[in-house]
Nanobody, 124 residues
């Protein structure tokens, strides 16, 4: 069991940057694959990025490639999402997720643990 708490969301102008953090409980954080998902208003939750146990492998949705970077610091039990060149379509509630599978996919039902979400709003 792991508890996840996101932070760092807020209001940002088009082209700006935000860094989201997800703090995880538990001493076995390094045994979880971590992911970021987002849910735009009126739409289903969608995959954004994932990172392996060690941080050596990452994967991104096409919509954020080249703009977002996922990283983790296992010593701090924290995963990050650096978001650059933000667009209005990035507006969503962003969720941190975790799973013990060494490489889960991009479906939300492949992740067992979720944070409460943090709102990101990109305004022109």
């Amino acid at each position: 069991q792991v508890q996840l708490v996101e932070s760092g969301g807020g209001l940002v102008q088009v082209g700006g940057s935000l860094r989201l953090s997800c703090a995880a409980s538990g001493r076995t954080f390094s045994n979880y694959t971590m992911g970021w998902f987002r849910q735009p208003p009126g739409k289903e939750r969608e995959f954004v990025a994932r990172i392996s146990y060690s941080g050596r492998s990452t994967n991104y949705a096409d919509s954020v490639k080249g703009r977002f970077t996922i990283s983790r610091d296992n010593a701090k039990n924290t995963v990050y999402l650096q978001m650059n060149s933000l667009k209005p379509e990035d507006t969503a509630v962003y969720y941190c997720a975790a799973d013990t599978n060494p490489w889960p996919g991009v479906r939300i039902d492949e992740y067992d643990y979720w944070g409460q979400g943090t709102q990101v709003t990109v305004s022109s």
